[in-house]
């Protein structure tokens, strides 16, 4: 195991946060087309970042940053990893961020239709959590020999923590056609809006539950509790940001322009959504590497106890 | 090289070709119309010197809304050249409106024939839409199908020019300063096409397309005049933004030859008797334009 790789791997998964949040500030600002050119702004490497271009410029750059980390990351997964399925996992990654700029290249050149833009936002949270999860193979924990636990009695976790993170995805993926369906001074629409609110419902009842019953059933494991607590308590301030950000931008259209509220909230609601995701999707890998399935469990014990 | 690389590389350059082949369709050529809209052919206008005219004012009742000031910190130049810069949705002078576009949306000649039967041809000259103080001048204008707008950057800084129309296609062009003006003409008749800034959001400008010339749009005194227009009796509509598609109001007018008539409008509070409002934008009416394209 090397220390140097999970950090950086930590390093590519903090960087991927930063370039999400670049990008909601991009649409919060309207600024996808602010240069109607790709991958240079204006035919320019280093263009005055004045105006939206601030804002636009800004992301690429970032996201130049993380290609660049991810590429580096690839070739460090290769040098010092010796699990093939990780050093692959690595490989999909570079394809992943590779495609996210494609993606983004293409949205600018086909003035943001609104198909392109929520791929491209959707792809960023797949991409944030490959990255999110190359930095849990690769630590200490994940590596720890732990004694199996088995699955208690009643709805089985593994199913529950998966269909959560399948749940969450999907809203994702609402949530950001929602975003690209109307800009700052347009309504949003009602149906779209509606569905994203059903959502929330399910996500909370799903990873409410999955949190609940592991600080329930394993309160003395760590390994599982701490990212229950810290999904719970996410899921908690997403609530409330996803509340604030239906205010703000249902009055964002009287607006004469973006104005810093409304930006702040919409953004703040994208990035603790992708920390929620990424939460659930760390839990659900605990989940699957602790716990073992009940039918495994009865097995086992039947064995001991003719043993 | 092996199976696997082989595939790969394959879909790397599937995603390449892909990526150019948007870049090229996105191109439109400078000068031209974007789409090849069906051209239609129909009776040709011909002035019989007998044309009247439809004058009005725009009134607004109540207290209209207080424009906004706009904050420019985002781009320095914008803040020196407009230190108060403010929205320009409602432009009232002594309870009178500007910027409304007015226009015959339906009606016939008295000879029976509907305007909508008769061709046009886009006038040769260039409307002009300029950006200078990081706003656009004339926040509204009107412009026939196929007539040539000349999009001007006055201002020391990089704007970006955005036509959003829902019938025509959307347009996004860069303009850095001191750029030569940029042209564009619309295949599709469409009132209005919203026209905005990416570069600086605040920046709105609308632009009322139509086949015929039968349009104005009201000055800051809330005055207008439709000239040239023949003798018939026509729905007039007068269109003033706001909300998510703006609010039109239309009533009926009856042009005599050689002679004027009155088309007068009122918005805001109790707004109504004065031509009946609709809630939301109505597509212009189609009529058979000669320019090709």
């Known amino acids: 195991m090397s220390k140097g790789l999970h950090r950086f791997a930590l390093l590519v998964a903090c960087a991927t946060f930063f370039l999400i949040i670049a990008g909601a500030l991009v649409t919060s600002h309207d600024a996808g087309l602010a240069t109607n050119d790709w991958p240079l702004s204006n035919g320019q490497v280093f263009p005055k970042m004045v105006g939206n271009l601030f804002w636009e410029h800004g992301h690429r750059m970032v996201a130049t940053t993380v290609g660049l980390l991810t590429i580096a990351l690839v070739v460090f997964l290769f040098a010092k990893e010796k699990r093939r399925w990780v050093r692959r996992l690595g490989l999909l990654a570079l394809f992943g961020v590779i495609a996210q700029g494609l993606l983004g290249g293409l949205t600018v050149k086909l003035n943001l239709p609104l198909a392109v833009s929520a791929a491209h936002a959707t792809l960023a949270q797949l991409f944030f959590c490959t990255t999110v999860s190359l930095a849990v193979f690769t630590s200490q924990s994940w590596m720890a020999n732990r004694p199996l636990l088995d699955e208690r009695p009643g709805p089985p976790l593994r199913y529950i923590c998966s269909a959560a993170a399948a749940t969450i995805f999907l809203q994702l993926i609402i949530g950001a056609t929602l975003r690209h369906s109307a800009t700052w001074d347009k309504p949003l629409p009602t149906d779209l809006l509606l569905t994203h609110i059903a959502g929330a419902f399910a996500v909370t009842l799903l990873l409410g539950s999955a949190s609940l019953l592991v600080l329930r059933r394993y309160r003395d494991e760590a390994f599982l509790t701490r990212p229950a607590l810290v999904a719970l308590a996410l899921l908690l301030v997403q609530l409330s940001l996803g509340v604030a950000a239906y205010i703000v931008r249902a009055a964002s259209p009287n607006d004469p322009q973006p104005l810093n509220p409304m930006v702040g909230v919409t953004v703040a609601h994208v990035a603790c959504g992708a920390l929620v995701f990424a939460t659930t999707i760390v839990l659900t890998l605990r989940v699957f590497k602790v716990l073992r399935p009940a039918e495994q469990a009865l097995k086992f014990s039947a064995a001991t106890q003719r043993g | ?293």
């Open chain 2, 1 to 293: 090289m092996s199976m696997k690389q082989t595939k790969v590389w394959l879909i790397l350059t599937i995603a390449l070709s892909l990526l150019g082949l948007a870049s090229a369709c996105s191109k439109t050529p400078e000068g031209t119309s974007d789409n090849g809209a069906p051209t239609t052919t129909g009776k040709a206008f011909t002035p019989k010197g007998d044309e009247g005219t439809i004058t009005g004012t725009i009134a607004y009742n109540g207290t209209p809304p207080a424009a906004k000031k706009i904050d420019t910190s985002a781009d320095p130049v914008c803040g020196q050249k407009s230190p108060n810069l403010a929205t320009e949705d409602n432009v009232i002078t002594n309870g009178k409106l500007g910027y409304a576009f007015v226009y015959i949306k339906d009606g016939a000649t008295t000879d029976g024939t509907k305007v909508g039967d008769y061709t046009f041809t886009a006038p040769s000259d260039t409307v002009t839409l300029d950006q200078n103080g990081c706003h656009y001048r004339p926040h509204v204008l009107g412009a026939m199908v196929n007539q040539k707008l000349n999009i001007t950057n006055s201002d020391p800084t990089q704007h970006n020019i955005h036509f959003t129309p829902k019938n025509n296609p959307d347009w996004n062009q860069s303009q850095p300063n001191g750029a030569p003006p940029l042209t564009h003409s619309f295949a599709r008749s469409e009132v209005l096409v919203p026209v905005k800034c990416n570069q600086h959001p605040w920046m709105k400008a609308y632009v009322g397309v139509l086949k015929h010339p039968f349009f104005a749009v009201s000055a800051e005194d809330g005055t207008f005049t439709i000239k040239g227009v023949p003798p018939g009796t026509y729905t007039v509509a007068a269109w003033h933004e706001g909300g998510a598609t703006g609010t039109e109001k239309t009533m009926s007018v009856t042009v005599p030859a050689s002679g004027s008539a009155k088309a007068d409008f009122a918005f805001g509070e109790g707004a109504s008797a004065a031509g009946a409002p609709s809630l939301e934008m109505m597509p212009a009416i189609e009529v058979p334009v000669v320019g090709h394209h």
